[in-house]
């Protein structure tokens, strides 16, 4: 089979590979539509940094040149026992995050923080190829009239709905949602399908911003000068959270500035170096600062298929689907801030 494979920085090759066997537990997947992320664009650019190609994976065992791709979705071709509850020829999403439900924070529910974690795409091979073999646990099916390329972005979505619920949003609460990219209208989407909240989204003025309005945002203020004032405007009795979904430098700072005593905030955005932030600010205020990684597939893999499939979401963020021998370029773009939404790829094309 076809497979993209990353091997290192600025090194992602269209290779022929054997196609992987579904083990106990699991089922084989013909990948219908796949994608990528800014995690992806960043191994592209300056890895590995996770990614197992030189120190081998702690719990998958992975160690080379790996397959990318955790986002995805597929036609179940084969299974390896029949108490998974899924048949050949099931539509499927993988939420690709591979739990071992007998640690603590799995009996929690808190899946993402599992001890065995490991995840589809990342620490071992994924699905950027023609088939992978994924474990039944990760999937859910895709409901009947949704459209394979909204699908296709059904995990990222969930990654969305789990930092809508770490930040604490309650119905009535005016938000501040700072970075209108594809985790931020992601983010957006998942607030208002969670909530009755009023949001305001933070970016720079153009597409974004006008998508933002489109997705539900109540208000919409431009970077700038003046962007501090108009917020404040906007925001007369204070702000009760901020989620900065950016990652830009000084941004989780300026949410700190911005929250009013006792709120909360949620840090999505992974800035490229280490930041400052005033300490004091945050005690004397009593602020709450939570953090958000990946998604609880039993929890957020079902709900953003059913959003997509009851809002133009996918249209909204889909910029295009493409062939397998077009990752390595479309990584590029991505890492150069050249792709605003998302892209897909279709191993058939």
Same mark, same amino acid.
């Given at each position: ?15 022929t590979i054997d196609v992987p066997m579904a083990a106990p537990g699991e089922v084989l997947l013909k990948i219908l539509r796949s994608g990528i992320c800014g995690t992806d664009a960043s191994e592209f650019k300056s890895g590995p940094l996770i990614f ?119 119905? $009535?609460?005016? *938000?501040?949602?700072?970075? @209108? &990219? #594809?985790? +931020?209208?992601?983010?957006? /989407? ?47 009795? $204070?702000?009760? *959270?901020?989620?900065?979904? @950016? &990652? #830009?430098? +000084?941004?989780?700072?300026? /949410? ?57 979401? #996918? ?35």
């Open positions: 089979m076809f497979a993209a494979v990353y091997h290192a920085s600025h090194d992602v090759r269209l290779e197992p190609t030189v120190n081998k994976h702690a719990v998958s065992g992975h160690l080379g040149p790996m397959v990318l791709g955790h986002e995805f979705i597929g036609e179940i071709v084969s299974v390896a026992d029949q108490s998974s509850g899924f048949n050949v020829g099931d539509v499927v999403a993988s939420g690709a995050g591979i739990s071992c439900g007998e640690c603590r924070r799995c009996k929690e529910n808190r899946t993402n923080l599992c001890e065995k974690y490991v995840t589809l795409g990342l620490n071992r091979n994924g699905g950027l190829a023609e088939y992978v073999a994924v474990p039944a646990s990760t999937l859910v099916k895709v409901p009947a009239g949704l459209s394979l390329d909204a699908a296709g972005i059904a995990q990222p979505l969930a990654v969305g709905l789990h930092a809508a619920r770490r930040s604490q949003v309650r119905n $009535g609460d005016k *938000v501040l949602l700072i970075g @209108s &990219g #594809a985790i +931020g209208t992601f983010v957006l /989407a998942a607030l208002k399908h969670l909530v009755d909240a009023e949001v305001t989204v933070l970016d720079f003025g153009g597409s974004r911003l006008e998508r933002a309005v489109r997705l539900g945002a109540n208000h919409t203020v431009e970077v700038g000068p003046d962007a501090t004032e108009n917020i404040k405007k906007i925001f007369t009795t $204070g702000i009760d *959270v901020v989620i900065e979904a @950016s &990652g #830009a430098p +000084g941004q989780l700072q300026f /949410a700190i500035e911005m929250v009013k005593r006792g709120g909360n905030v949620l840090q999505v955005g992974l800035p490229t170096s280490r930041q400052e932030i005033d300490i004091h600010r945050i005690v004397m205020n009593e602020i709450d600062i939570h953090t958000t990684l990946a998604h609880v597939c039993g929890q957020d893999l079902g709900v953003s298929l059913e959003i997509l499939a009851t809002t133009n979401l #996918a249209a909204e963020l889909i910029e295009g689907v493409y062939p397998l021998s077009e990752v390595s370029n479309q990584l590029e773009l991505l890492s150069t801030g050249k792709i605003q939404g998302k892209v897909l790829f279709d191993p058939t094309l």
